[in-house]
């Protein structure tokens, strides 16, 4: 059973997250809370991911996130925006977040995001993370200089790392590229240290400013 906290400062947002995925046999929303009251319901209720709003009127998400990075087994946190092209997004990442979903996001794909996160995947929705690119493309000096950091990676890495970007766990990405989970799980350790990042969506934030996700994967090369 996948253990939920909603942060939202609107009781509208927390109970129809509540609902939608509490219809689902391996999602339990366990607890529902404003930004004040979201470090304290976290560390009562010890949940597996926090989707956490990032914009609220008494502690803001990217406060209430950092506080959450520091706990001991912290939780997966995503964050909660209306606006794909929010400008918190990216610090919001670059604090440790796993993702972010649109609040209109559709309902039938919400539980299936909670499980990819759950399972150590990446969310992001392709519409918002192009915009996030648009918003904050970098300077050309770190675009080369991210495009210099995967040309470090192996052929296999690179693979790895394209799958990683597209949001799957670790087992799904075994699957894709016959490797078991725990070598995947290696491969992931070998690629966030040669990019210099701590995170699966700062990595794939990487890859795509590089180019990497417009190339044909290397074990395609010779199909």
Known sequence: MIRVVVVDDEALVRSGFGLILG???DIEVVATASGGEAVETVLRERPDVVLLDIRMP???GLTVLRELRTMPDAPVVA???TFDADEYILTALESGAAGFLLKDTEPDQLAQLVRTLAAGGVV????ASRTLL???PGTKAAVDEDAARVRLLTARERDVLVLVAQGLSNTDIGTRVHLGAGTVKDHVSAILAKLRVTSRVQAALLAQRAGLLDERPQSEAGR
């Open 58 to 60: 008494d502690v803001d």
């Open 79 to 81: 964050m909660l925006t």
């Open 23 to 25: 219809a689902s046999d």
């Open 134 to 136: 648009r918003s904050h």
């Open 124 to 127: 992001m929705s392709p519409r």
